[in-house]
C-alpha cells in the first residue's frame, strides 16, 4: 500500500529500521551515524543492494584495500601470500562495480 500511495499520489514516507530486508523495499536508504547522514544509497535490485552491503562491511573493505596476511571464508581463499586469488579478484571487481 505504501508503495502505491508513493507512486500514485507522490506521498513521501520516512521508514526507520535496522533490517536491511525493509530497508530495501525503499527508494533510497540513508545511513546515519550519530544522527548525521554518512551514506546515501539509491536502491536497486535485491543483488546490488546484496553487493553494497558487503562492499561497506569488515569483509567488503578488506577486500578492497588489500590483504597482508591470508584471508580465507569457508575454505573458499580470497588472498594468498598477500595477492589476491582469482576468486579475490573477481569479488573485488564485483565490489568495486557497485
Known amino acids: 500500500m505504501m508503495h502505491k500511495l508513493n507512486h500514485e499520489l507522490g506521498t513521501t514516507f520516512i521508514v526507520v529500521t535496522h533490517d536491511p530486508a525493509v530497508a530495501r523495499q525503499t527508494d533510497r536508504i540513508l545511513l546515519l551515524d550519530s544522527r548525521r547522514i554518512v551514506r546515501e544509497d539509491v536502491v536497486s535490485d535485491p543483488y546490488s543492494e546484496d553487493l553494497k552491503m558487503l562492499k561497506n562491511s ?19 581463499v580470497l588472498y594468498q601470500d598477500g595477492q589476491p586469488t582469482e576468486v579475490g579478484r573477481f569479488l573485488r571487481e564485483m565490489l568495486e562495480a557497485v
Open 58 to 76: 569488515p569483509l567488503g573493505r578488506a577486500v578492497l584495500e588489500g590483504m597482508e596476511a591470508d584471508l580465507a571464508i569457508e575454505g573458499m
